[in-house]
């Protein structure tokens, strides 16, 4: 057994263990914590299957930013959720070992498909490799995303600028087009507000890192907009800068540019011939172009969907 | 070896979300729940696509599980936001006709 | 060769006070002791490693990015640590029954 197996295997156990107890924990604090516990061990699980790109989102958005929105919306409720006072009756035991046993059968069942599958699936990797070249970029994820696939990614950003009219629209009537969020009460000379004023420095060189090494190396345009859009977040929640109301046309128009500047790109591939398609020779200018616009939008509509609905008057 | 070792523990994951799904009541357990499945079905995707010649996954699955991971949050986001809704609606944490398991508040 | 040695013996270093830290925060009674136990022994192990990965790096500019990784680390340990203790301070001046615990 070398060194790198038991490590493999531990971290496989430790995640196991770790989704376990956010499931089972009592406590709805400690059951979140937990999560964001497990979403930063399934980041390091993808290091070690060298998906460096995925292990960035999964650290950033699986684990961070999921985990923030099921902090404030525990928060939200007031510790309800505790866990019940009375014992455990024989017919409530039966209620969880019923489904306990079903899941333990599914999971065995899926482990055993996965360890039948045949080893030698050639996957697109060699179709990836053989077209590299003509996309424009050399990390081949980017390529994907933004080139041999880019309508999943064009759709993607559509599903969530969706997803955050879905959340504005629960909206009571009195509170549309307010601002987002709670309002905040960190001190201005205190530490939290310090690092706000501090992290938009490093942030926004990291964010700006992370777009243009993603042409070449992990990174991109989700883990930009990520890290753009929990800048952001630190940055309203220590007060330096307060949330923008819902109603403003700016904030409207920073949500569709990236999609927006996709669909244009795309219409003048479709003028040469294929939608989506881009100009030979002009793949990778057009490609940073279109990430720019998309990591900004991310960043906005990541952040609003963290802060969620309008309650309260600009 | 190791990449199906992750791709097998994508699959216990499966289980355990699943689990979490069926019996927990509060809408929040649920959500994470479900966002449990959904990394194991990423890690497990992700495991598979590592087979084969060629070291690290297939990059095609990588961008498709980015694209998930980013449509788990959206989904996940309008989740949390019908659930407070409900909550400052009813004052309920579980869905009616639900066996309120993990309420009444103790702490 | 070395460096090599020198990166065992800093990240090594690192991990132990890891482990200290981690001790802390399981056994120690309340959460300041707990604080004082991560935010220690943490950014020291994490600082350790960090330099342990200096030397390891091809070029200055990997170098540059694990320092500012490091920097970014304690900045947001030492702002959490602090907000975390104040709002322990607040719930226990806020609670009377926390207060005999």
Request: with cysteine.
């Amino acid at each position: 057994m070398t060194a790198a197996l038991v490590f493999d295997l531990s971290l496989c156990l430790l995640i196991a263990a770790v989704a376990l107890a956010a499931v089972l924990a009592d406590d709805l604090f400690t059951a979140i914590v937990l999560f964001i516990v497990y979403g930063l061990l399934a980041a390091i699980a993808w290091v070690r299957l060298d998906a460096i790109d995925v292990a960035l989102a999964e650290a950033a958005i699986g684990a961070g930013l999921t985990g923030l929105l099921l902090v404030g919306a525990a928060a939200r409720l007031g510790g309800r959720g505790a866990p019940p006072a009375a014992g455990r009756t024989p017919w409530r035991l039966l209620g969880k070992a019923a489904p306990a046993a079903l899941c333990v059968a599914a999971a065995a069942a899926l482990v055993v498909l996965v360890l039948a599958l045949p080893d030698d699936a050639p996957g697109l990797r060699p179709l990836v490799a053989e077209t590299i070249a003509a996309s424009g970029v050399t990390n081949p994820v980017t390529a994907v995303l933004l080139n041999f696939r880019g309508y999943d990614t064009l759709l993607e950003t559509i599903v969530l600028a969706v997803a955050l009219v879905g959340v504005w629209s629960l909206t009571p009537d009195r509170d549309w087009g307010s601002v987002p969020g709670a309002r905040q009460h960190a001190r201005p000379d205190g530490v939290l507000a310090t690092f706000g004023r501090l992290l938009p420095a490093l942030g926004l060189l990291v964010a700006a890192h992370l777009l243009w090494a993603g042409a070449d190396a992990p990174g991109g345009a989700f883990q930009a907009g990520t890290v753009l859009a929990a800048v952001w977040l630190v940055v309203v929640m220590a007060g330096v800068l307060p949330a923008p109301a819902t109603a403003d046309t700016r904030v409207r128009l920073l949500l569709v540019a990236g999609p927006a500047a996709f669909l244009g790109f795309g219409a003048v591939g479709a003028a040469g011939g294929v939608f989506l398609g881009h100009p030979a020779g002009a793949a990778k200018a057009t490609i940073l172009a279109i990430e720019t616009a998309l990591t900004l939008s991310i960043a906005a509509t990541l952040g609003l969907l963290v802060l969620g609905v309008p309650r309260r008057p600009a | 070896m190791s990449p199906i070792l992750y791709a097998a523990t994508g699959a216990v994951l499966v289980g355990i979300g699943v689990f979490g799904l069926l019996a927990r009541t509060h809408l929040l357990r649920r959500i994470l729940a479900f966002n449990v499945i959904g990394s194991g079905i990423f890690l497990a995707f992700g495991g598979l696509g590592s087979r084969g010649p060629g070291s690290g996954v297939d990059p095609v699955p990588q961008a498709i599980v980015i694209t998930g991971i980013v449509v788990a949050l959206a989904a996940t986001a309008l989740a949390v936001t019908l659930v407070t809704r409900l909550f400052e609606e009813t004052g309920a944490v579980t869905l009616p006709g639900e066996h309120p398991a993990e309420g009444p508040d103790a702490s | 060769m070395i460096l090599d040695i020198a990166t065992l013996v800093l990240a090594s270093a690192g991990v132990v006070f890891f482990i200290a830290g981690t001790l802390g925060l399981l056994r120690f009674p309340d959460v300041y002791a707990r604080l004082h136990a991560l935010t220690k022994a943490d950014n020291l192990g994490l600082g350790l490693i960090a330099l342990g990965l200096v030397l390891q790096a091809g070029n200055v500019w990997q170098a540059l990015k694990i320092v500012l990784v490091w920097l970014l680390a304690i900045f947001a340990a030492a702002t959490v640590s602090q907000l975390i203790a104040r709002s322990a301070l607040v719930q226990r001046s806020s609670s009377p029954a926390a207060r005999d615990s």
